[in-house]
């Protein structure tokens, strides 16, 4: 069974205890994150955080696709979003090798 995903605030909450700031601080930094993120990819441009990973953009190109309700052929645009690829770092603790 899934484990629950944690919220924003619970990301919040942790920041603030683990550097020992407000909540405000942590939430103003953690916004300031996430903005910088998506400047930065919706510009074209990836972002790399050291130990974390790297995210960018990718483009889906436009496909057929199938109504599930209907059964009839449907087309779906072309569209951009946001991917993220971990480190190393992260795959080898993920993934410890035997």
């Known amino acids: 069974m899934a484990k629950k995903a944690m ?3 619970e990301i919040i909450d ?3 205890k683990d550097a020992g700031v407000a909540k405000t601080a942590a939430k103003a930094a953690l916004e300031s994150f996430v903005d910088i993120c998506v ?3 919706k510009a074209g441009r990836s972002l790399r955080v050291a130990g974390l990973g790297t995210f ?7 496909r057929k696709g199938v109504n599930p309700k209907t059964g009839e052929q449907i087309k ?4 951009k ?3 993220f690829k ?13």
């Open 81 to 83: 979003r946001m991917s």
């Open 56 to 62: 960018s953009l990718k483009k889906v190109k436009a």
């Open 7 to 9: 919220t924003k605030l």
């Open 39 to 41: 400047k930065e990819v």
């Open 76 to 79: 779906i645009s072309a569209k």
């Open 14 to 16: 942790q920041m603030a």
């Open 86 to 98: 971990a480190a190393a770092q992260i795959k080898e603790l993920l993934n410890p090798s035997k």
